[in-house]
């Protein structure tokens, strides 16, 4: 018997109860159908966090101050005045692949215009700062490097910030005060949305680095080059961890820690962030596998029932196919057939459903959705593995009949 | 009870020759069915020999078992085993699906075959579209299809009336004329009668042996 006689027998045998065999196929159809929609959902719903993610760009390092321990007690990041504008000096010119490193101090404060006030966070930084962040200007100027060589008093606000003290009139050139000192509007910056987190980050305002150090009070610190935080932008294709850790010996070895000793600053890169983002889509996978292997395996038993009921009924079409000359390998082989065709084309219709619900899904819920060609094969391939394991029994089972209690069978 | 060993058949020793049209007879429980699984290659006996066309196949294993079905029995079935959902021309092609023929040689023999009992022009009809007579007459040529040395009926006209039975037993003879060697089992008398030679069985044992002057049928 070829495998085309058995097709041919598969096929017919399927056609003869029509209704029986759709609602057999039905448990592998949502199977299929439920993990092709889910993971053309989840596909696009990360590709979409991965796009952001690289809009916040991937080659950022970020470099903070850290806590001082004091009697053994930590103090908070932040408490240590450790990191200077000397060290991200230091970074730039000795660290191979670094392009711009951003000194930044921040500050959370009332910014008043007029009788309107407004509760915001002052960044004071260096125009190399909006350079590394993707900062750019929708209305006015940016800070220069004159501003921050005069510390001249300028400020540049976001967009959530001009709505609110300005709502949304042109700003520009208007005084603004930061506890008792007034500033100008240079410019305004180009909205950005919320990031990652759902933080607002256009409520925010830059000055110059050292008009905020200046002017703030409470700024003012034992060492006037201190920073809070910087910014070290790395060139495209950097060794991300490689280039950490040079920073981090580079800036142990500029604060004197000995061996042993914590660090006094903290570090982290935005390919962390996306690191993360991998963990909870992990674990959505995951959590897809469950319900695709729990209703592939009803599907399964399904198939496996239907088939049982298929050899009893035709117990005699069996006997009669061994009487005249069929080996048990031909019996096995039709019923294998047979449980495969029933489950790949339960595939093939779940694979379709599958498309059809992610592409409505796009439609009428507007979210992202990427059907993953590698989705369809796995459930592809994993129906067929079902309808082999499932199959096999009843097949043996089939393969197994004595021809002459066959034959006699009512 | 204790464990006992019933013997369908005891003693039996038979030979058939090519050519023989052969009715084998008895009630229920005499032996017969087991004699014709046996013959039919469908069972193998716990002890003794069976050789056919100068083959020992009492050990054969169950694949060459079914290869020499394939190749040397046909069956013919009271209930006449056609697979309702195909064609007679389908079901004729059955047995050589196993025999690894091509697709045109099949269909090529298989209307061959349905000629010789004369249902060539019903090839295309399905079990349900045709009468008892042309139901058994396909099932026989689905038996010759494969050219077997033995044709082994099991109460081929069991399901038949009166008239058709007849005109079963008149293919068969016509069939026996050619050359063709033919095992009818059966328990009417009026169906023995058309056979050269009746073997009777009783209670496992072979009670007679009877050679006669077959009616030959309209």
Known sequence: ?410 | MGPQTVHALDGVTVAIRRGEFVAVMGPSGSGKSTFMNLLGCLDRPDSGRYRLDGQEVAGLSSDALAAVRNRSIGFVFQSFNLLPRQTALDNVMLPMVYAGVGHARRVERALAALDSVGLRERARHRPTQLSGGQQQRVAIARALVNDPLLLLADEPTGALDTATSLEIIGLFQRLNRRGITVVLVTHEPEVARFAGRVLQFRDGRLLDDLRQEPEVAP
């Open chain 1, 1 to 410: 018997m070829t495998g085309w006689d058995a097709l041919r027998a598969a096929l017919e045998s399927l056609r003869a109860n029509p209704l029986r065999s759709a609602l057999t196929m039905l448990g592998i159809v949502i199977g299929v159908a439920a993990v092709i929609a889910m993971v053309a959902v989840g596909a696009g719903a990360r590709d979409q966090v991965l796009r952001q993610i690289a809009s916040l760009g991937t080659n950022l390092i970020l470099v903070g101050q850290g806590s001082i321990v004091r009697s053994g007690v930590k103090l908070g990041a932040g408490t240590a005045s450790s990191l200077t504008e000397d060290d991200a000096l230091a970074v730039l010119s000795e660290i191979p692949g670094v392009v711009v490193t951003a000194p930044s101090v921040r500050w959370g404060l009332q910014i008043v215009a007029g009788n309107q006030n407004w509760g915001t966070v002052l960044f004071g930084i260096t125009p190399d700062y909006m350079e590394a962040r993707d900062w750019t200007v929708a209305l006015g100027r940016g800070l220069s490097d004159e501003d921050v060589a005069q510390a001249n008093k300028v400020v540049v606000l976001g967009q959530t910030v001009v709505r609110n003290l300005f709502g949304g009139g042109d700003p520009i050139g208007e005084p603004v005060r930061l506890f008792s000192t007034p500033l100008t509007v240079v410019g305004v910056l180009a909205e950005k949305g919320q990031n990652t987190q759902g933080q607002d980050q256009d409520d925010v305002i830059f000055v110059p680095l050292s008009t905020a150090k200046r002017n703030i009070p409470g700024m003012a610190k034992s060492n006037p080059r201190f920073i809070h935080t910087m910014v070290v932008k790395m060139r495209d294709g950097a060794d991300m961890a490689e280039a950490q850790a040079q920073i981090r010996d580079l800036l142990r070895q500029r604060h004197r820690l000995i061996p042993g000793q914590d660090d006094d600053f903290w570090m982290r890169d935005l390919s962390e962030v996306s690191a993360t983002r991998d963990e909870s889509s992990r674990a959505l996978s995951f959590l897809l596998a469950a319900v695709a292997a729990v209703s592939l395996l009803v599907g399964g038993i399904g198939i496996m029932n239907i088939m049982l009921v298929s050899v009893t009924e035709r117990t005699r079409e069996i006997g009669l196919r061994l009487a005249i000359g069929a080996r048990r390998r031909d019996i096995l082989v039709q019923f294998l057939i047979e449980s495969i065709t029933l489950s790949l084309i339960g595939a093939a219709v779940g694979v379709t459903l599958g498309i059809g619900t992610a592409v409505a899904v796009a439609a009428l819920a507007g979210w992202p959705t990427l059907i993953r060609i590698d989705s369809i094969v796995l459930a592809v391939v994993v129906s067929g593995l079902v309808g082999v394991f499932f199959g096999l029994y009843p097949a043996r089972r089939a393969a197994g009949l004595n021809p002459i209690e066959a034959l006699r069978h009512e």
